[in-house]
T-cell receptor, first 110, second 115 residues
Framework: ELKVEQNPLFLSMQEGKNYTIYCNYSTTSDRLYWYRQDPGKSLESLFV?????AVKQEGRLMASLDTKARLSTLHITAAVHDLSATYFCAVDGGGNDMRFGAGTRLTVKP | DAGVIQSPRHEVTEMGQEVTLRCKPISGHNSLFWYRQTMMRGLELLIY????????DSGMPEDRFSAKMPNASFSTLKIQPSEPRDSAVYFC?????????????FGNGTRLTVT
C-alpha cells in the first residue's frame, strides 16, 4: 500500500526565514501534488509535478520532485504571515489512487 | 465553473440515524473521490470512482458506509447507522480526464457531527 510521509508535521518560523518541507513516498510514482488548506477551509491545488526533476515555483513557494529518491520538497523563501496554513503532499499510486500525507501545519510569526 | 458542490455543509445527527452526503463534481470531470478528514487520522481516501464506476473502496471503514455514483454529475456517501466516531469533515473531490495529470478539485466539505 502506498504510504506518504511528510515532515515536519508542525513548523513555526519567523517572517523572512527560509525552510523546506519534505514528502517521502513508498512506491514508484511520477505524479505528485501539493495542496494548501487554510483552517476550516477546503484544499486548493498549489503544484503538480509530473516527472523526475520537475520544479515549479509560485511566489515564495518552490516545489521539486526526485522520483528516484521518492522525495518531493516544498521550499519556502522569505516566509510571510499569509503563508500560514497546512500544506499537504499527495501521490498518485496509479489509476488515480491519490494518497495524502499527514500535512505540515505552518505558522509564520512576525 | 461552479466547482465541486457538496451538501449539506453541516450535519448534526444522533447516533443510529442514517446520514446521506451529496456531491456534484465539476462538469466534464470523470474521476470522483470521497475523503474523510479528522485530526487524529488526517485525510483518508474512502472510495473513488472513474467514469461512475467504483475503483477502490478499500478505505471505506465498514459496511455502515456505502457510496454510489448513479451518473456523471452526482454521487452520494451514506452512513447507516451513524456512530459518534464517524464525526469528521467529509470532502468530495473530482479531477479531469487525462493521464492523471489533473489535480483534485475539492468541494467545501460536509462537517458531520454524530451525537
Amino acid at each position: 500500500e502506498l504510504k506518504v510521509e511528510q515532515n515536519p508535521l508542525f513548523l513555526s518560523m519567523q517572517e523572512g526565514k527560509n525552510y523546506t518541507i519534505y514528502c517521502n513516498y513508498s512506491t514508484t510514482s511520477d505524479r505528485l501534488y501539493w495542496y494548501r488548506q487554510d483552517p476550516g477551509k477546503s484544499l486548493e491545488s498549489l503544484f503538480v509535478l509530473l516527472s523526475n526533476g520537475a520544479v515549479k515555483q509560485e511566489g515564495r513557494l518552490m516545489a521539486s520532485l526526485d522520483t528516484k529518491a521518492r522525495l518531493s520538497t516544498l521550499h519556502i523563501t522569505a516566509a510571510v504571515h499569509d503563508l500560514s496554513a497546512t500544506y499537504f503532499c499527495a501521490v498518485d499510486g496509479g489509476g488515480n489512487d491519490m494518497r495524502f500525507g499527514a500535512g505540515t501545519r505552518l505558522t509564520v510569526k512576525p | 465553473d461552479a466547482g465541486v458542490i457538496q451538501s449539506p455543509r453541516h450535519e448534526v445527527t444522533e447516533m443510529g440515524q442514517e446520514v446521506t452526503l451529496r456531491c456534484k463534481p465539476i462538469s466534464g470531470h470523470n474521476s470522483l473521490f470521497w475523503y474523510r478528514q479528522t485530526m487524529m487520522r488526517g485525510l483518508e481516501l474512502l472510495i473513488y470512482f472513474n467514469n461512475n464506476v467504483p475503483i477502490d473502496d478499500s478505505g471505506m471503514p465498514e459496511d455502515r458506509f456505502s457510496a454510489k455514483m448513479p451518473n456523471a454529475s452526482f454521487s452520494t456517501l451514506k452512513i447507516q447507522p451513524s456512530e459518534p466516531r464517524d464525526s469528521a469533515v467529509y470532502f468530495c473531490a473530482s479531477s479531469a480526464p487525462g493521464q492523471g495529470n489533473s489535480p483534485l478539485h475539492f468541494g467545501n466539505g460536509t462537517r458531520l457531527t454524530v451525537t
